[in-house]
């Protein structure tokens, strides 16, 4: 079996438009149903409900305080226009971050999350990103473990990776499946200090 996989030349929000159409062709070439996207600011959600109309849309957001104690940075107006289009909005502790997060923090450890975080992101940013929203999705009971679906994320802003993966509950981390690799940057920068940002 032979599949495509597309490279970006540069990491970025420039890539979303490109990322939504090569992940609706592929959805609709397996049948695929359910989309997950990672959307910090509600941009690449407000354009994944469009693209994916008729489907199942999961945007996945930055935990509530991530950036601004208290603040979610989607806004309520972005929130209200994805819900009004058949989207699905989840909010919640970061897989990959959570508790490990808070040590890291408080007494500069760096814990097993980080370590599954920095391997993933020798493949980008986005792919790791693309597996952390799978298992929070299972994890909040909102796609199927039974089920393939199509993941969605970027380096920061917008999209430039897309997977398709089966997603397993956090606790089954191993048993995560990324199936096929439909799009990402060629060159993705990633260090360990991008451990400390928003996960």
């Not at 090569?22 to 469009?50: M, N, P």
């Not at 970061?94 to 999350?113: S, T, V, W």
């Not at 917008?158 to 191993?174: E, I, M, Q, R, W």
Request: proline residues 2%.
């Amino acid at each position: 079996m032979e599949g495509k996989i597309v490279y970006f030349e540069k990491q970025g929000k420039q890539n979303t438009d490109e990322v939504l159409r090569i992940a609706r062709k592929r959805a609709d070439e397996l049948g695929i149903k359910t989309i997950l996207v990672s959307s910090t600011w509600g941009y690449t959600g407000l354009k994944a409900v469009d693209v994916f109309r008729g489907m199942k849309v999961i945007i996945v957001t930055e935990a509530t305080g991530n950036y601004t104690l208290d603040v979610q940075e989607v806004s309520a107006e972005n929130q209200e226009i994805i819900r009004g289009k058949g989207g699905i909005i989840l909010t919640t502790t970061h897989a990959f971050a959570g508790i490990d997060r808070a040590m890291r923090n408080k007494f500069g450890m760096y814990l097993l999350a980080d370590v599954i975080s920095q391997t993933l992101r020798v493949f980008g940013e986005g792919i790791k990103v693309c597996c952390e929203i799978a298992l929070m999705a299972a994890d909040g009971g909102l796609v199927s473990t039974e089920e393939d679906v199509i993941s969605i994320a970027g380096s920061h802003k917008g999209a430039d990776a897309a997977v398709v993966l089966k997603p397993v509950n956090t606790h089954n981390f191993f048993n995560l499946q990324v199936k096929e690799i439909l799009c990402k940057p060629l060159v993705s920068v990633g260090t360990v200090q991008a451990a400390q940002k928003p996960g």
